[in-house]
């Protein structure tokens, strides 16, 4: 997948949950969300992503994207 | 004339009947008990003998003009219209005495001298023919007399409405038609003009019908008792041999009709008196647009072809099933089993749609199953689940009669929904206030009777700052409903949610640039949202088809709760559907991550049951959504898709993009009543089924499933579902109904929000709003009574993000899009009726500053162009838009509207976001080349 396209979608779903004064919580509104829609291939990719530096994803996707799992029923 | 079989009460049930207050009285000796407020002619017609009428009917006031129904009182003078007088306890009425028959010839009389026996076509059922006939009239003393109506100035046969013509020679002026487009339709295009002889109906300014106010639902003509106002296909083809009830295909309002069928053809579609959702009443799309399903465009064999620029070959329905089955077979062995995946229809029925995601889920063996609603109100279920608890609206449309406050949002109810704004604008004439928060002069505005208190004219793409200024006002003002929401919601998510829009930074005040609406407009807006004391909010695609969609549904629900206005009738969050099944194929599981009943596939208890009756294995992970699957496709990771009754080609946004990925596929198999724009892309075409054609049941935005019922044979051989089992069959996963109804008790084994329902109780009932289990077995017409689904209400903190997509020197404007009564959607079935009378080209509103500016002028020929493409467009110069935004409609596939819509999305669910895309409008000679190269190639599409 266009890797700028799921930048973008992480970067979107992450600016819903930037209202969260409380950083950790809103990133880990991040992190489920992506768990619970994102079908696994585009997680392994922003994951892929993230580990080759991230470039474009904003703070609280990259600390969302940081602790994916492949679960999508784990919530933290 | 009423369907076929109705037994017309004469006059409406008084308003609030009840068990109380009941009356009883004798008429002609037999002795009857009705509620107070009971008409005499609705009492005798309730015991069974009616009285004779001509200008009154069971769905208008009385208006006790004809004099045909006359009766007598004991111990009353006269003879008093039994239309007007009431019931009164210990009341004996005779109908049909000596003197009264002497009376009523008399009245007859003077009917048939302007009216001649036998004028009527035998097909219109002629009420004062029958009458006459009745009462042994056969011809008049008074024809021909001086005052007889043949020595008035003669007028031509109106036959320019395409469905139904006005012959003024058999009119009685009645007044039945005038009645019925003010009271059932609400739109006041028809008046009585002249005096005496001269007395006409006219329509507007003595205008034909189709050049008139007139929108064609078609209550007038039902109302009429002669045939002045008649069906044209009901002149052509004669009385119906059967009637079927069913339930409209169209939007998600969900007119209960019934279908007039002669020789295996339908002959006239009439609303259903009995419907709940559409009170007897219908609109011209689901009363006259039904000749699509015999149009000869309607594919009937299937097809295949190898490659996208080969020819199609037709096959049989085996070899059709057999290649599309290898194909994905071929695939799946190459790329994996979630390189292929599946799109469900909102057109189609629950059962269907349920079959649809079954095969995906079971056959294919992955979750790539999405549905259209992904593109209109995916935002809707998204919010209200996390809010409210369940992803659907809370009432049911005749809760606005218990309205004090309505608000509509993003939605044009007299063009997308327009049975169900005729009840909205009722419930306005008799005193409910409005608010409308949209970019657009939408007509609800302002129109004969009604006018809005606030028009909230805001900058497409702000919706959430405004809401949110609207809660700053509710906050800070005190108006919230403390023991309410203290009861029923989260307290911590209140106080979040609280600090949070009371935030000067909220403010109305603060919000005016952002918004353009002045803050005064916001702050009465609020005040009268909040003190109702029943408010209720309605909205539409454009709340949810926003970069922030999702958010605005959140922040509508966080208002709701807030002012305690949900749990009741009169109250709540309404989204006003589409399509006629979006609700329902929301339900049935057609969403990547969830089963039917909005379960995540995640959860182990509900997988494992539906494993237990499947019998295989199911995926834990959720599928990819439409838009992903158009990058995967791009990527090479997704190669195959099964389509049931979708066009993205035309209806989703960036069409460059769409048909890139669609291209980039290796089997398509797309499943239509029509070729239409994505078919181009497929490789496999199987024949559907128009909702004619087929058993089912439809769900509409009030969550109320009815049914569909089949009317003719499908013109293929298959009906939907019947082709998705043979074709799960072909790929080695044994489906085996032998009828929907099947189907139906398969989804309420599965699924808690439908066990109660099966076909014997819809059929009993007429339809059900679910949930319908053991806590709920008549269904739940009002959700959240007492507490919300969810258990206790979630505030969400809805901070406004502006859009990606902002104007600039290169793109000025503000591109918006709707839609307009006549056409419906993608335009598949409305631009094959005669509905193009009315609407046969998308143009472009744009504000007389805007076109002064670039020289443009009413009718010219424009060029729009955003960073995602261009098109051409005729022009409308109009001041609905407000300046610096324009707005078209995507009907029509030669438009090109999403050719230049963007891929900007949905946060939460990728709904696109159609609302928003920054364009330049210049004038040009001409359409685009690819334009005209297209419509060169289309011959007419009226059928």
Redesign the interface.
Known sequence: MHIERLVAMANDIAAFFDSEPDKAVAAEGVRFHITRFWDPRMRREIVAHLQSGGAGLCETAKSAVAQLTNSPNQSK | MHAQGYHDHGTPAPAGETSAGKVTLEIDGVSVTVPAGTSIMRAAAIAGGDIPTLCATDTLKAFGSCRVCLVEIEGRKGFPASCTTEVAAGMKVRTASESVQKLRRNVLELYVSEHPMGSCPGSSRCELESLAAAHGIGESRFAGAATSREFATPKPVDVSNPYFRFDNDLCIVCSRCVRACEDTQGTFALTIEGRGLESRVSASQQQPFLESECVSCGACVEACPTGALLEKSVITAGLPQKAIPTTCAYCGVGCSLVAEVTDGAVTRMVPNRAGRANQGHACVKGRFAYGYATHADRVTRPMIRKRITDEWREVSWEEAFAYAASEFKRIQAAHGK?SIGGITSSRCTNEETFLVQKLVRAAFGTN?VDTCARVCHSPTGYGLKHTLGESAGTQEFVSVQHADVIVVIGASPTEAHPVFASQMKRRLRAGARLIVIDPRAIALVKSPHIEADYHLRLLPGTNVAVINAMAHVVVTEGLTQEQYIADRCEAASYEKWKK?VADPANSPEAMQQITGVPAELIRGAARLYAQGPNSAIYYGLGVTEH??G??MVMGIANLAMATGNLGREGVGVSPLRGQNNVQGSCDMGSF??EFSGYR?????ATRALFESMWKVQLG??????IP?MF??A??G?FRGLYIQGEDFAQSDPNTAHVTAALSAMECIVIQDIFHNETAKFAHVFLPGSSFLEKDGTFTNAERRISRVRKVMEPLAGLADWEVTMRLSNALGYPMSYGHPSQIMDEIAALTPTFTGVNYEKLDRLGSIQWPCNDQAPQGTPTMHVGSFVRGKGKFY???Y?PTNERTSSRYPLLLTTGRVLTQYNVGAQTRRTANLAWHSEDRLELHPHDAEARGIEHGDWVGVTSRAGDTVLRVEITERVAPGVVYTTFHFPESGANLITT?N?D??T?CPEYKVTAVQVVKVAQPAAWQMRRQAKQPSTMG
């Open positions: 979630d790539n949070f970069s922030q999702t958010t990547p991550h995540h596939v995640s959860d182990d834990s992970e959720p599928g990819l959504r992903n990058e995967a791009l990527d990771s903190v809805t901070a993000v891929e999305s946060w939460a990728n």
